[in-house]
């Protein structure tokens, strides 16, 4: 069991993770970083309230930890900085999470990542990232204060059971449905089958290769995108015609190469005979 977590990014998300990770047994000190303060905009869909906008959100944050445990037995450390790896300075913890609402180059510090994609929660934790370009995060379909809390329960369940520390070691990818009340975890691997031009974009290609090519050698294989309200395939796929790994890479990479799509990666997702992938949003 963890018993010092640090969170980076208090926003919407990161505040109900905040919130919900206070309560674990065990936990003995809560790192909170962030250099922001609550702003009017900054309301809707968050732990905030009215009363809150001025304030620094690490000093909000440290109210409500030490609301919920009356007896202030856990020690809160409050960073009001913007954080850069490698240049911002972290008190030792055993668990850093990163709940900011950019997309951010990611060495070796962070153990795990989590965003709202669609509607899944994904947590992303492998080491090394590095991306084209930064962007701020936004939500693709309408997401609730009902939602954020459910998100924020499943992380606080994930390093309660053993589960976190178990995909943070394999250093791998996992989403959990919102819309489930079953939790399912999808354990995603990020070790990519060859080196075709783009398949660094596909978060899970290895664990989802063969399952494609045997689909497409049943039938036409549609590719979906968890994006808007069209029910319309970004692309079709026509049957048989998915032979070697390239295939798939070089038809999915088509598919996420469209000028309106502008993620940098993309999770795959294979539900009832058909590709639907799921876009890094960033959103948080």
Same mark, same amino acid.
């Given at each position: 069991?963890?018993?010092?977590?640090?969170?980076?990014?208090?926003?919407?998300?990161?505040?109900?993770?905040?919130?919900?990770?206070?309560?674990?047994?065990?936990?003995?000190?809560?790192?909170?970083?962030?250099?922001?303060?609550?702003?009017?905009?900054?309301?809707?869909?968050?732990?905030?309230?009215?009363?809150?906008?001025?304030?620094?959100?690490?000093?909000?944050?440290?109210?409500?930890?030490?609301?919920?445990?009356?007896?202030?037995?856990?020690?809160?450390? $409050?960073?009001? #900085? $913007? /954080?850069?790896?490698?240049?911002?300075?972290?008190?030792?913890?055993?668990?850093?999470?990163?709940?900011?609402? /950019?997309?951010?180059?990611?060495?070796?510090?962070?153990?795990?990542?989590? !965003?709202?994609?669609?509607? !899944?929660?994904?947590?992303?934790?492998?080491?090394?990232? $590095?991306?084209?370009?930064?962007? #701020?995060?936004?939500?693709?379909?309408?997401?609730?204060?009902?939602?954020?809390?459910?998100?924020?329960?499943?992380?606080? =369940?994930?390093?309660?059971?053993? +589960?976190?520390?178990?995909?943070?070691?394999?250093?791998?990818?996992?989403?959990?449905?919102?819309?489930?009340? $079953?939790?399912?975890?999808?354990?995603?691997?990020?070790?990519?089958?060859?080196?075709?031009?783009?398949?660094?974009?596909?978060? +899970?290609? +290895?664990?989802?290769?063969?399952?494609?090519?045997?689909?497409?050698?049943?039938?036409?294989?549609?590719?979906?995108?968890? =994006?808007?309200?069209?029910?319309?395939?970004?692309?079709?796929?026509?049957?048989?015609?998915?032979?070697?790994?390239?295939?798939?890479?070089?038809?999915?990479?088509?598919?996420?190469?469209?000028? /309106?799509?502008?993620? +940098?990666?993309?999770?795959?997702?294979?539900?009832?005979?058909?590709?639907?992938?799921?876009?890094?949003?960033?959103?948080?």
């Amino acid at each position: 069991m963890y018993s010092c977590i640090t969170i980076l990014g208090l926003g919407s998300l990161g505040g109900y993770v905040v919130d919900a990770i206070s309560e674990i047994e065990g936990l003995k000190k809560i790192i909170l970083v962030d250099y922001d303060q609550v702003e009017k905009k900054n309301l809707k869909n968050t732990i905030y309230k009215l009363s809150d906008v001025g304030n620094l959100k690490t000093d909000v944050l440290s109210s409500i930890i030490y609301s919920n445990n009356k007896s202030e037995e856990i020690e809160v450390i $409050k960073l009001n #900085e $913007k /954080f850069v790896e490698g240049k911002t300075q972290l008190p030792k913890s055993d668990l850093v999470l990163d709940c900011r609402d /950019f997309t951010y180059d990611r060495e070796r510090l962070v153990d795990a990542r989590f !965003y709202i994609s669609s509607r !899944y929660l994904v947590i992303d934790c492998r080491k090394d990232v $590095k991306y084209e370009k930064h962007y #701020e995060g936004k939500y693709i379909h309408s997401v609730e204060k009902f939602d954020l809390t459910k998100a924020a329960f499943y992380i606080s =369940m994930l390093i309660c059971d053993g +589960n976190m520390a178990s995909l943070i070691d394999k250093r791998s990818v996992a989403k959990l449905d919102l819309d489930h009340h $079953k939790s399912i975890v999808q354990k995603i691997d990020d070790v990519m089958y060859s080196s075709t031009v783009g398949q660094e974009r596909l978060v +899970n290609l +290895n664990e989802n290769l063969f399952q494609i090519l045997k689909l497409n050698k049943q039938s036409d294989l549609d590719v979906f995108m968890c =994006m808007g309200d069209s029910n319309a395939p970004l692309r079709t796929i026509p049957k048989g015609s998915l032979r070697w790994g390239s295939d798939v890479v070089n038809n999915l990479v088509q598919a996420i190469d469209l000028p /309106f799509l502008i993620f +940098n990666t993309y999770v795959i997702s294979i539900e009832n005979g058909a590709i639907t992938l799921i876009p890094e949003t960033g959103a948080a």
